[in-house]
Nanobody, 123 residues
Framework: QVQLVESGGGLVQAGGSLRLSCAGS????????MGWFRQAPGKEREFVAA????????NYADSVKGRFTISRDNAKNTVYLQMNSLKSEDTAVYYC????????????????WGQGTQVTVSS
């Protein structure tokens, strides 16, 4: 069992930055790849970024590539999402998730989820 808790969301103006954190706990946490997803009102949950704990090779959605950076601190069992140059279309609830492979982008391929944190970008 893996428990995930996100934090760091909030209200920011377009062009600004936020850093989301996801703290994990539970046995074998380091075995999992970690991903970030988001869900805007009326839309399906979509992949944002993911990375493995051992290889560190990140995987990004085209919509955030060059603006968002995923990273992790293994000692703290924490994964981060640094979001720069935010746009109004980035407004969504952001979720972190644990899954078997950082190359996977499907919602149903990740078995553990946090409760989500709201990010609102004002234009």
């Amino acid at each position: 069992q893996v428990q995930l808790v996100e934090s760091g969301g909030g209200l920011v103006q377009a062009g600004g930055s936020l850093r989301l954190s996801c703290a994990g706990s539970g046995r074998s946490f380091s075995r999992y790849a970690m991903g970030w997803f988001r869900q805007a009102p009326g839309k399906e949950r979509e992949f944002v970024a993911a990375m493995g704990w051992s290889d560190g090779s990140p995987n990004y959605a085209d919509s955030v590539k060059g603006r968002f950076t995923i990273s992790r601190d293994n000692a703290k069992n924490t994964v981060y999402l640094q979001m720069n140059s935010l746009k109004s279309e980035d407004t969504a609830v952001y979720y972190c998730a644990a899954g078997p492979d950082s190359r996977l982008r499907g919602v149903y391929e990740y078995g553990y989820w946090g409760q989500g944190t709201q990010v609102t970008v004002s234009s």
